[in-house]
Protein backbone atom coordinates (compact mmCIF):
# COMPACT_ATOMS: atom_id res chain seq x y z
CA UNK A 1 0.00 0.00 0.00
CA UNK A 2 1.61 3.07 -1.23
CA UNK A 3 1.90 5.89 1.77
CA UNK A 4 -1.10 7.82 0.39
CA UNK A 5 -3.24 5.27 0.22
CA UNK A 6 -2.82 4.68 4.19
CA UNK A 7 -6.11 4.63 6.24
CA UNK A 8 -5.93 7.20 9.30
CA UNK A 9 -6.68 5.19 12.39
CA UNK A 10 -9.49 7.55 13.31
CA UNK A 11 -11.33 5.31 10.66
CA UNK A 12 -10.40 2.14 12.02
CA UNK A 13 -13.32 2.32 14.14
CA UNK A 14 -16.64 0.78 13.03
CA UNK A 15 -19.44 3.03 12.05
CA UNK A 16 -22.41 0.38 12.82
CA UNK A 17 -24.50 2.73 11.16
CA UNK A 18 -23.65 1.63 7.89
CA UNK A 19 -25.97 -0.27 5.46
CA UNK A 20 -29.23 1.06 8.20
CA UNK A 21 -31.50 2.95 5.85
CA UNK A 22 -34.21 3.44 9.26
CA UNK A 23 -34.57 2.42 12.72
CA UNK A 24 -36.84 2.87 15.41
CA UNK A 25 -36.87 5.90 18.28
CA UNK A 26 -38.36 4.54 21.80
CA UNK A 27 -38.72 7.77 23.62
CA UNK A 28 -42.42 6.67 23.36
CA UNK A 29 -41.82 3.28 24.82
CA UNK A 30 -42.65 3.62 29.01
CA UNK A 31 -43.17 7.85 28.44
CA UNK A 32 -46.62 8.33 30.14
CA UNK A 33 -46.72 11.72 30.20
CA UNK A 34 -46.46 12.90 26.65
CA UNK A 35 -46.97 9.62 24.66
CA UNK A 36 -49.83 7.97 27.03
CA UNK A 37 -47.83 4.77 27.43
CA UNK A 38 -50.63 2.89 29.76
CA UNK A 39 -52.36 5.97 30.78
CA UNK A 40 -54.31 8.54 28.11
CA UNK A 41 -53.67 5.78 25.38
CA UNK A 42 -55.38 2.87 26.88
CA UNK A 43 -54.20 0.92 23.78
CA UNK A 44 -50.24 1.51 24.14
CA UNK A 45 -48.72 -1.05 26.82
CA UNK A 46 -46.39 -3.34 26.81
CA UNK A 47 -47.60 -5.87 24.45
CA UNK A 48 -48.87 -3.57 21.82
CA UNK A 49 -45.01 -2.01 21.99
CA UNK A 50 -43.75 -5.82 21.96
CA UNK A 51 -45.41 -6.16 18.69
CA UNK A 52 -44.24 -3.23 17.05
CA UNK A 53 -40.47 -4.45 18.41
CA UNK A 54 -40.77 -7.46 16.42
CA UNK A 55 -42.68 -6.50 13.70
CA UNK A 56 -39.65 -4.11 12.76
CA UNK A 57 -37.23 -6.74 13.39
CA UNK A 58 -39.35 -8.77 10.74
CA UNK A 59 -39.22 -6.30 8.34
CA UNK A 60 -35.47 -5.24 8.45
CA UNK A 61 -35.43 -2.64 10.59
CA UNK A 62 -33.03 -4.06 12.80
CA UNK A 63 -31.64 -0.49 14.46
CA UNK A 64 -33.19 0.29 18.03
CA UNK A 65 -32.82 4.08 19.48
CA UNK A 66 -33.26 4.85 22.92
CA UNK A 67 -32.28 6.78 26.07
CA UNK A 68 -31.17 6.36 29.39
CA UNK A 69 -33.47 9.04 30.45
CA UNK A 70 -36.42 7.75 27.86
CA UNK A 71 -39.39 6.64 30.62
CA UNK A 72 -36.90 7.08 33.20
CA UNK A 73 -35.16 3.96 32.00
CA UNK A 74 -38.39 1.96 31.41
CA UNK A 75 -37.90 2.39 27.66
CA UNK A 76 -34.21 0.52 28.09
CA UNK A 77 -36.04 -1.87 30.53
CA UNK A 78 -38.86 -2.62 27.81
CA UNK A 79 -36.34 -3.24 25.26
CA UNK A 80 -33.89 -5.84 27.65
CA UNK A 81 -37.36 -7.51 27.91
CA UNK A 82 -37.70 -7.79 24.04
CA UNK A 83 -34.73 -8.68 23.06
CA UNK A 84 -34.80 -12.01 25.20
CA UNK A 85 -37.95 -12.78 23.20
CA UNK A 86 -35.89 -13.03 19.82
CA UNK A 87 -34.00 -16.04 17.76
CA UNK A 88 -30.07 -16.10 18.66
CA UNK A 89 -30.07 -15.14 14.86
CA UNK A 90 -32.00 -12.23 15.21
CA UNK A 91 -30.84 -11.01 18.47
CA UNK A 92 -27.66 -10.51 16.91
CA UNK A 93 -28.38 -8.66 13.87
CA UNK A 94 -30.18 -5.93 16.11
CA UNK A 95 -28.13 -3.00 16.88
CA UNK A 96 -28.78 -1.07 20.39
CA UNK A 97 -28.08 2.52 20.47
CA UNK A 98 -28.91 4.43 23.64
CA UNK A 99 -27.94 7.64 24.94
CA UNK A 100 -26.20 9.48 27.96
CA UNK A 101 -27.47 12.73 29.16
CA UNK A 102 -25.31 15.37 30.41
CA UNK A 103 -26.77 18.04 32.95
CA UNK A 104 -25.58 20.95 34.95
CA UNK A 105 -24.82 19.25 37.99
CA UNK A 106 -22.63 16.39 36.19
CA UNK A 107 -18.90 18.25 37.19
CA UNK A 108 -17.32 15.03 35.99
CA UNK A 109 -19.26 14.07 32.78
CA UNK A 110 -16.45 11.35 32.04
CA UNK A 111 -17.48 9.72 35.25
CA UNK A 112 -21.32 10.04 35.25
CA UNK A 113 -21.19 8.74 31.62
CA UNK A 114 -19.53 5.53 32.20
CA UNK A 115 -21.75 5.07 35.21
CA UNK A 116 -24.65 6.14 32.71
CA UNK A 117 -24.17 3.23 30.51
CA UNK A 118 -23.59 0.75 33.37
CA UNK A 119 -26.74 1.25 34.26
CA UNK A 120 -28.27 1.45 30.31
CA UNK A 121 -26.63 -1.85 29.80
CA UNK A 122 -27.65 -3.39 32.82
CA UNK A 123 -31.56 -1.89 31.98
CA UNK A 124 -31.18 -3.67 28.54
CA UNK A 125 -29.89 -6.89 29.74
CA UNK A 126 -26.74 -6.59 27.23
CA UNK A 127 -22.65 -6.77 27.48
CA UNK A 128 -22.34 -3.90 24.99
CA UNK A 129 -24.85 -1.42 22.83
CA UNK A 130 -24.24 -0.70 19.22
CA UNK A 131 -24.00 2.96 19.57
CA UNK A 132 -23.34 4.94 22.45
CA UNK A 133 -24.51 8.77 22.12
CA UNK A 134 -24.57 12.08 24.11
CA UNK A 135 -27.51 13.24 24.11
CA UNK A 136 -26.38 16.72 23.47
CA UNK A 137 -23.79 19.71 25.01
CA UNK A 138 -26.85 22.28 25.42
CA UNK A 139 -27.09 21.75 29.61
CA UNK A 140 -23.39 20.43 30.28
CA UNK A 141 -21.13 23.15 32.23
CA UNK A 142 -18.17 20.96 30.40
CA UNK A 143 -16.49 21.36 27.34
CA UNK A 144 -17.04 19.61 24.05
CA UNK A 145 -13.61 17.65 24.51
CA UNK A 146 -14.55 16.57 28.08
CA UNK A 147 -18.08 14.72 26.58
CA UNK A 148 -15.88 13.03 24.03
CA UNK A 149 -13.15 11.39 26.21
CA UNK A 150 -16.30 10.11 28.37
CA UNK A 151 -17.16 8.57 25.06
CA UNK A 152 -13.74 7.37 24.13
CA UNK A 153 -13.57 6.19 27.72
CA UNK A 154 -16.83 4.01 27.19
CA UNK A 155 -15.36 2.58 23.93
CA UNK A 156 -12.17 1.62 25.28
CA UNK A 157 -14.10 0.09 27.92
CA UNK A 158 -15.65 -2.39 25.72
CA UNK A 159 -19.14 -0.77 26.72
CA UNK A 160 -20.11 0.21 23.07
CA UNK A 161 -18.87 -0.64 19.41
CA UNK A 162 -19.35 2.40 18.31
CA UNK A 163 -19.64 6.41 19.28
CA UNK A 164 -22.19 9.08 18.57
CA UNK A 165 -23.38 12.38 19.38
CA UNK A 166 -27.31 13.80 19.06
CA UNK A 167 -28.15 17.86 19.24
CA UNK A 168 -24.76 18.86 17.96
CA UNK A 169 -24.71 21.82 15.36
CA UNK A 170 -22.21 22.13 12.53
CA UNK A 171 -19.02 23.71 14.67
CA UNK A 172 -19.53 21.64 18.04
CA UNK A 173 -19.85 18.71 15.55
CA UNK A 174 -16.28 19.08 14.31
CA UNK A 175 -15.09 19.87 17.49
CA UNK A 176 -16.44 16.07 18.93
CA UNK A 177 -14.87 14.83 15.64
CA UNK A 178 -11.42 16.19 16.40
CA UNK A 179 -11.21 15.14 19.54
CA UNK A 180 -12.54 11.51 18.99
CA UNK A 181 -9.31 11.21 16.16
CA UNK A 182 -6.85 12.17 18.97
CA UNK A 183 -8.24 9.03 20.44
CA UNK A 184 -8.35 6.92 17.35
CA UNK A 185 -11.85 6.81 17.29
CA UNK A 186 -14.06 7.63 14.24
CA UNK A 187 -17.35 9.70 15.44
CA UNK A 188 -20.14 7.74 14.03
CA UNK A 189 -23.47 9.34 13.84
CA UNK A 190 -25.09 12.79 15.08
CA UNK A 191 -28.79 12.76 16.18
CA UNK A 192 -30.66 15.64 14.88
CA UNK A 193 -34.55 16.48 14.76
CA UNK A 194 -35.31 16.99 11.01
CA UNK A 195 -38.37 16.91 9.17
CA UNK A 196 -39.98 18.39 6.74
CA UNK A 197 -41.01 20.94 9.63
CA UNK A 198 -37.40 21.01 10.38
CA UNK A 199 -35.21 22.08 7.43
CA UNK A 200 -32.79 24.03 9.04
CA UNK A 201 -30.30 21.50 9.15
CA UNK A 202 -29.87 21.36 5.60
CA UNK A 203 -30.40 25.22 5.18
CA UNK A 204 -27.99 25.80 7.79
CA UNK A 205 -25.25 23.76 6.19
CA UNK A 206 -25.17 20.70 9.04
CA UNK A 207 -26.37 18.00 6.73
CA UNK A 208 -23.13 19.18 4.47
CA UNK A 209 -21.00 18.89 7.94
CA UNK A 210 -22.09 15.26 8.51
CA UNK A 211 -21.52 14.40 5.03
CA UNK A 212 -17.96 15.67 4.72
CA UNK A 213 -17.19 14.02 7.87
CA UNK A 214 -18.56 10.85 7.30
CA UNK A 215 -20.80 11.19 10.07
CA UNK A 216 -24.08 9.58 9.87
CA UNK A 217 -27.25 11.50 10.23
CA UNK A 218 -29.92 9.75 12.44
CA UNK A 219 -33.17 12.46 12.11
CA UNK A 220 -35.05 12.32 15.08
CA UNK A 221 -38.87 13.09 14.98
CA UNK A 222 -39.32 12.46 11.31
CA UNK A 223 -42.78 13.05 11.58
CA UNK A 224 -42.79 16.49 13.68
CA UNK A 225 -44.83 14.31 16.62
CA UNK A 226 -47.66 13.19 13.98
CA UNK A 227 -48.14 16.01 12.24
CA UNK A 228 -46.82 14.89 9.19
CA UNK A 229 -48.66 11.52 8.89
CA UNK A 230 -52.27 12.89 7.76
CA UNK A 231 -53.94 12.07 11.07
CA UNK A 232 -54.31 15.16 12.49
CA UNK A 233 -55.41 18.75 11.37
CA UNK A 234 -56.81 21.68 12.30
CA UNK A 235 -60.02 20.63 13.70
CA UNK A 236 -58.18 17.62 15.38
CA UNK A 237 -54.84 18.73 16.63
CA UNK A 238 -51.94 17.16 18.18
CA UNK A 239 -52.22 16.65 21.59
CA UNK A 240 -50.42 18.98 23.78
CA UNK A 241 -47.08 18.59 24.89
CA UNK A 242 -45.62 17.63 21.60
CA UNK A 243 -43.05 20.21 20.80
CA UNK A 244 -41.39 19.33 18.33
CA UNK A 245 -42.29 20.83 14.17
CA UNK A 246 -44.67 22.51 16.60
CA UNK A 247 -46.44 24.62 13.83
CA UNK A 248 -49.82 25.04 13.58
CA UNK A 249 -51.82 22.62 11.66
CA UNK A 250 -54.01 25.02 9.26
CA UNK A 251 -50.30 26.39 8.69
CA UNK A 252 -49.36 23.62 6.86
CA UNK A 253 -51.96 22.51 5.41
CA UNK A 254 -50.64 23.31 1.92
CA UNK A 255 -47.98 21.09 2.93
CA UNK A 256 -49.96 18.47 3.70
CA UNK A 257 -52.58 18.08 0.65
CA UNK A 258 -49.14 17.78 -1.89
CA UNK A 259 -48.02 15.39 0.39
CA UNK A 260 -51.21 13.12 -0.01
CA UNK A 261 -50.73 13.91 -3.62
CA UNK A 262 -47.40 12.78 -3.97
CA UNK A 263 -48.37 9.87 -1.82
CA UNK A 264 -51.47 8.77 -4.36
CA UNK A 265 -48.73 8.97 -7.17
CA UNK A 266 -46.60 6.71 -5.43
CA UNK A 267 -49.27 4.46 -3.76
CA UNK A 268 -47.93 5.35 -0.34
CA UNK A 269 -49.12 7.04 2.91
CA UNK A 270 -48.68 10.32 3.88
CA UNK A 271 -46.61 9.19 6.82
CA UNK A 272 -44.06 7.09 4.45
CA UNK A 273 -43.62 9.78 2.24
CA UNK A 274 -42.27 11.76 4.99
CA UNK A 275 -39.54 9.06 6.10
CA UNK A 276 -38.98 8.59 2.01
CA UNK A 277 -38.25 12.33 2.13
CA UNK A 278 -35.79 11.85 5.13
CA UNK A 279 -33.88 8.74 3.27
CA UNK A 280 -33.80 10.82 0.01
CA UNK A 281 -31.38 13.74 2.30
CA UNK A 282 -29.28 10.90 3.07
CA UNK A 283 -30.46 11.02 6.90
CA UNK A 284 -31.39 7.53 8.95
CA UNK A 285 -34.86 8.37 10.24
CA UNK A 286 -36.24 6.93 13.70
CA UNK A 287 -39.37 7.35 13.94
CA UNK A 288 -41.67 6.16 16.95
CA UNK A 289 -44.08 3.12 16.30
CA UNK A 290 -46.63 2.40 19.41
CA UNK A 291 -48.02 -0.92 17.82
CA UNK A 292 -47.25 -3.51 14.82
CA UNK A 293 -49.39 -1.48 12.32
CA UNK A 294 -47.14 1.62 12.93
CA UNK A 295 -43.99 -0.66 12.19
CA UNK A 296 -45.28 -1.60 9.10
CA UNK A 297 -46.17 1.75 7.95
CA UNK A 298 -42.97 2.93 8.72
CA UNK A 299 -41.47 0.02 7.26
CA UNK A 300 -43.28 1.05 3.98
CA UNK A 301 -41.25 4.00 3.35
CA UNK A 302 -38.04 1.77 2.44
CA UNK A 303 -37.79 0.02 -1.24
CA UNK A 304 -38.55 3.15 -3.26
CA UNK A 305 -37.59 6.75 -3.31
CA UNK A 306 -39.33 10.42 -3.81
CA UNK A 307 -38.43 12.01 -7.81
CA UNK A 308 -36.23 14.73 -7.70
CA UNK A 309 -39.04 17.12 -8.57
CA UNK A 310 -41.10 15.26 -5.57
CA UNK A 311 -38.61 16.65 -3.22
CA UNK A 312 -38.56 20.43 -4.47
CA UNK A 313 -42.09 20.70 -4.23
CA UNK A 314 -42.30 19.28 -0.60
CA UNK A 315 -38.92 21.57 0.18
CA UNK A 316 -40.95 24.53 -1.42
CA UNK A 317 -43.72 23.82 1.61
CA UNK A 318 -41.61 22.87 4.52
CA UNK A 319 -40.85 24.78 7.08
CA UNK A 320 -37.55 25.65 8.46
CA UNK A 321 -38.13 25.63 12.57
CA UNK A 322 -36.54 26.58 15.64
CA UNK A 323 -34.03 26.15 18.13
CA UNK A 324 -34.63 26.34 21.89
CA UNK A 325 -32.22 25.27 24.51
CA UNK A 326 -32.22 21.12 24.24
CA UNK A 327 -31.56 21.85 20.38
CA UNK A 328 -29.68 24.11 18.81
CA UNK A 329 -28.33 22.65 15.86
CA UNK A 330 -27.90 24.01 12.50
Not at 101 to 115: A, S, T, V, Y
Not at 150 to 157: H, M, R, V
Not at 158 to 177: M, P, Q, W, Y
Request: hydrophobic fraction near 40%.
Amino acid sequence: MAASEVISPARLTPNILKGHLMGVGTWAWGERNVWGYESYDASFNEASTKEAFHRSVELGVRLIDTASVYGNGESERLIGRFLKTLSPEQHENVVIATKYRPMPWHFNCRQQLLKSIKESLERLNVEKVGLLQVHGPALSIRSIEHLCDGLADAYEAGFCTSVGVSNFSAKELRRAHSALKKRNISLSSNQIELSLLRLKPELDGLLATCKELDVSILAYSPLAMGRLTGKYSTSNPPPKGRSFGNVRMDEIEPLLEKMKAIALQHGKTVAQVALNWCICKGAIPIPGAKNAKQAEDNAGALGWMLTPEDIQQLDALGRKGHNTIYWQHG
